[in-house]
Each structure stands twice: as structure tokens, then as C-alpha cells.
């Protein structure tokens, strides 16, 4: 009897040691950008803007939010946006950010103006993308689809998820709204698109994924609690 006992006191052990040897992912929109406010002076500064002052004030705000994480690891996009939202959490634990071009923003396609950005039509693209054509994209050179940015995003995703799944601590990924909200779907199946347009990303707004099963699945989405399940929770309005 005390055997039995025994063993099952070390088995209980053994799960809890492995369940608690898990990172979490918390996927990180950028702060408020010049070009998010409609500012940007050219097309150099429209697709790599700097962060307005609001954006440096959300910056440090967002240290605030993440003091309390053990945070262990940091990715940015190779926009300054992204690593200037995150340096003052960097500059407080002393880490420096990997930058992974890969995670870069939905590339609307070549440009030489600002008049070619307008020509684009980036919002009626987007709700094509809604509408479930995700293979609409911008009559320019080079440009993205949703299904092209989801190509390009997803191995990096996948490479920095099987290097840390079984870490402790948490894993900070700073990116963009279309380039992490609007592929997140193609990533953890427990979202669908139509939840993830109808909840864009918000400056600073946060989407928690952890590991179950060995998959990722999103558990909190901008603070909305989002089930394991494949059923998400109704669209906000």
C-alpha cells in the first residue's frame, strides 16, 4: 500500500514539474505609429514610421502591463515600430530583441508615393479578406495576399514556438495588426477569421497563446477570453 502511494505521489510530481515546463506567447501589436494616425510625409516613413508621442507614453504603459511576466525571450519585426514599443520592457530586463524580418507587415506591394498607397485600396483588400477572399491583393508589384502574408509569417512563428514551447517563463512576439491578427487563425485553430476581424488589433492590445497538446491555442485574446475548443466566443460590436 505505502508502494502504491509512493508511486503515485512521484507520478503527480512528474506531471506538475512537466505541465508547469511550458512558455506562454504573448503576440504584441506595436504602439501608436505616425502612420497609423495618418502623418506619415512619405512612403519611406508610411511603410517604417516612427511612434508618436502617444505611442512612446502606450510604450511605457506597456512595461507596466508586463512588469509582473517573467519574460525570457523578445522577437520584434525589423520595423522600428515594433522595437521601440517593446525597449523600455528591454531596457528593464535587460534583454535584447531578435528581430525576424519574416514578421513583418502585410506588404501592400511596391510603392514610389503615398498616392500609390491611396491607389491600393489597403481597406477594400481587407474586407475582401473578411469576406473570405484571402487571396485578394493590391494591383502592384509584390504585394501580399492574406494567404502570401500567412506563407511568409508562419515559419517563423513555428521555429520560435518549437525553440521555446517546453521553456519556463514567457515569450514576447512584437508585431503589427494585420500580420499578427488577421494570421493568427492560420496559426491557433481555436479562433476563426471571423473572429479575429470582427476583434482588430488594438496599439498595445495583447493575444495570449499557450501550448496544449502540443498546438497552440489562444486563451485570452485583447483581455476576451477565448475557450480551447473550437467554438470562439460572438463577435464584439
Given amino acids: ?80 515600430r515594433t522595437g521601440l514599443t517593446i525597449a523600455p520592457t528591454a531596457d528593464r530586463l535587460r534583454l535584447t530583441p531578435i528581430i525576424d524580418a519574416r514578421t513583418n507587415e502585410w506588404h501592400f506591394g511596391d510603392m514610389s508615393s503615398l498616392a500609390d498607397m491611396q491607389d491600393a485600396s489597403i481597406g477594400s483588400i481587407v474586407r475582401s479578406w473578411a469576406a473570405g477572399n484571402t487571396a485578394a491583393k493590391a494591383a502592384l508589384p509584390k504585394a501580399e495576399s492574406l494567404d502570401d502574408m500567412a506563407a511568409r509569417v508562419l515559419p517563423a512563428w513555428t521555429q520560435i514556438f518549437d525553440a521555446h514551447k517546453d521553456d519556463d517563463g514567457v515569450v514576447v512576439l512584437v508585431g503589427h495588426g494585420a500580420e499578427t491578427g488577421f494570421v493568427m487563425p492560420y496559426f491557433a485553430k481555436n479562433v476563426t477569421p471571423a473572429f479575429a476581424f470582427a476583434n482588430g488589433m488594438r496599439n498595445t492590445g495583447i493575444i495570449e497563446v499557450e501550448i496544449m497538446d502540443g498546438k497552440p491555442v489562444v486563451t485570452k485574446w485583447q483581455g476576451i477570453a477565448v475557450p480551447a475548443q473550437a467554438a470562439v466566443p460572438e463577435p464584439a460590436h
Fill in 1 to 80: 500500500m505505502l508502494r502504491t502511494v509512493l508511486v503515485a505521489a512521484m507520478l503527480i510530481a512528474v506531471f506538475q514539474t512537466a505541465s508547469a515546463s511550458a512558455a506562454t506567447f504573448l503576440f504584441i501589436r506595436h504602439a501608436e505609429s505616425t502612420s497609423n494616425v495618418g502623418r506619415a510625409a512619405t512612403i519611406e516613413e508610411a511603410i517604417d514610421p516612427p511612434l508618436t508621442n502617444k505611442g512612446r507614453q502606450q510604450a511605457l504603459e506597456l512595461a507596466s502591463v508586463l512588469a509582473e511576466k517573467s519574460i525570457t525571450k523578445i522577437y520584434v519585426s525589423a520595423y522600428q
